[in-house]
């Protein structure tokens, strides 16, 4: 399997997130059926989402082609760690400064932080499909 260059899969990468970004908010927009949502949805995730880019999308361009090799299933719970993890970022500032109490539950599961699995999961597999796209295949 030949090797992609390193410009090319910071150019997928960045798409992804752009992509994943603007699908988040569009889909937020939707659930809430509020366009003001959405607009502020695409002011406060920035953040959220440069975190997500560092914690698992620089790691997947180091890859290279390597991750092509790897099992969707994988890839999918590695990004669904990876978004859960972002999301319970500031409520785990709040537990370490002692202003929360940490509760498992249900809740825990279907909100911001599963919305941040899903964002995670869908982020990684897209990029995996773009990736397979550019490689040059062998004849």
Same mark, same amino acid.
């Not at 569009?26 to 959405?38: F, H, M």
């Not at 911001?112 to 773009?130: H, P």
């Given at each position: 399997?030949?090797?992609?260059?390193? #410009? #090319?899969?910071?150019?997928? &990468?960045?798409?992804?997130?752009?992509?994943?970004?603007?699908? &988040?908010?569009? %889909?937020? *927009?939707?659930?809430?059926?509020?366009? /003001?949502?959405?607009?502020?949805f695409?002011?406060? *995730?920035?953040?959220?989402?440069?975190? =997500?880019?560092?914690?698992?999308?620089?790691? %997947?361009?180091?890859?290279?082609?390597?991750?092509?090799?790897?099992?969707?299933?994988?890839?999918?719970? *590695?990004?669904?760690?990876? =978004?859960?993890?972002?999301?319970?970022?500031?409520?785990g500032?709040?537990? %370490?400064?002692?202003?929360?109490?940490?509760?498992? #539950?249900?809740?825990?599961? #279907?909100g911001?932080?599963?919305?941040?699995?899903?964002?995670?999961?869908?982020?990684?597999?897209?990029?995996?499909?773009?990736?397979? /796209?550019?490689?040059? *295949?062998?004849?």
């Amino acid at each position: 399997m030949a090797n992609t260059e390193l #410009t #090319t899969r910071i150019e997928l &990468s960045l798409l992804t997130l752009a992509i994943s970004w603007f699908l &988040s908010g569009l %889909a937020l *927009s939707v659930r809430l059926w509020d366009a /003001r949502a959405g607009s502020l949805f695409f002011v406060w *995730s920035v953040p959220f989402f440069v975190a =997500g880019w560092v914690l698992l999308g620089i790691p %997947a361009i180091a890859m290279g082609t390597q991750i092509l090799k790897l099992s969707p299933v994988v890839l999918g719970m *590695s990004g669904a760690i990876a =978004g859960l993890f972002i999301m319970l970022l500031p409520t785990g500032w709040l537990i %370490a400064l002692g202003a929360v109490q940490f509760k498992l #539950t249900w809740s825990l599961v #279907t909100g911001w932080d599963g919305f941040g699995a899903a964002i995670g999961a869908g982020g990684i597999l897209l990029y995996r499909w773009l990736l397979s /796209r550019a490689v040059p *295949s062998e004849s």
